[in-house]
T-cell receptor, first 113, second 113 residues
Framework: AQSVSQHNHHVILSEAASLELGCNYS??????LFWYVQYPGQHLQLLLKYFSGDPLVKGIKGFEAEFIKSKFSFNLRKPSVQWSDTAEYFC???????????FGTGTKLQVIP | NAGVTQTPKFQVLKTGQSMTLQCAQD?????MSWYRQDPGMGLRLIHY???????DQGEVPNGYNVSRSTTEDFPLRLLSAAPSQTSVYFCASSLRESNYGYTFGSGTRLTVV
């Protein structure tokens, strides 16, 4: 069965620290990949997405993610986090057909001022 | 544009009661879906629709019904509420297939006592 693994459930960082959140998917075919962010008390918002082409994708608010096909990974990075980045981050992938979007269980990021 | 609008934001039900969660979008999106979000489990798909008059089951459909009489609206009905349905419910929509990325509503926090 297709699945998404987010290895870190809870990450605590100080402001200005670098961030990398892991995401691995389990599917043998072509995929579209997403990162969503959910700020406290709010709904999920699309952070960035990868369809094809350059495997390094840049999103909003300085986030980027790199698709490494050989590792089935799509890790999210940010060089310097801010307190306002405190949120839960969800990795997801789409494998084709109707409603074939699979979400990971999420990583809670807490940034300490 | 209002995007995806969900009502109510909060609801408390007694076991056995029924209710309808409302979802409306004004983006002319063909695709709409309902997810539930539970701690440590990510988002799980309940039902989805690829257009007016067409609905199908997702990963966890039991205890829920949906209909799609118009492009704009996609209500979720709880037939006989159970404590296991205590969750946060999100409605999402997208253009055609899911690889465009979702626009999420603000969620409904449901407690069944």
């Amino acid at each position: 069965a297709q699945s998404v693994s987010q290895h870190n459930h809870h990450v605590i960082l100080s402001e200005a620290a670098s961030l990398e959140l892991g995401c691995n998917y389990s599917y043998g075919g072509t995929v579209n990949l997403f990162w969503y962010v959910q700020y406290p008390g709010q709904h999920l918002q699309l952070l960035l997405k990868y369809f094809s082409g350059d495997p390094l994708v840049k999103g909003i608010k300085g986030f980027e993610a790199e698709f490494i096909k050989s590792k089935f990974s799509f890790n999210l990075r940010k060089p310097s986090v801010q307190w306002s980045d405190t949120a839960e981050y969800f990795c997801a992938f789409y494998s084709g057909g109707y409603q074939k979007v699979t979400f990971g269980t999420g990583t809670k990021l807490q940034v300490i001022p | 544009n209002a995007g995806v609008t969900q009502t109510p934001k909060f609801q408390v039900l007694k076991t056995g009661q029924s209710m309808t969660l409302q979802c409306a979008q004004d983006m002319n999106h063909e695709y709409m879906s309902w997810y539930r979000q539970d701690p440590g489990m990510g988002l799980r798909l309940i039902h989805y629709s690829v257009g007016a008059g067409i609905t199908d089951q997702g990963e966890v459909p039991n205890g829920y019904n949906v209909s799609r009489s118009t492009t704009e609206d996609f209500p979720l009905r709880l037939l006989s509420a159970a404590p296991s349905q205590t969750s946060v419910y999100f409605c999402a929509s997208s253009l055609r297939e899911s690889n465009y990325g979702y626009t999420f509503g603000s969620g409904t926090r449901l407690t069944v006592v």
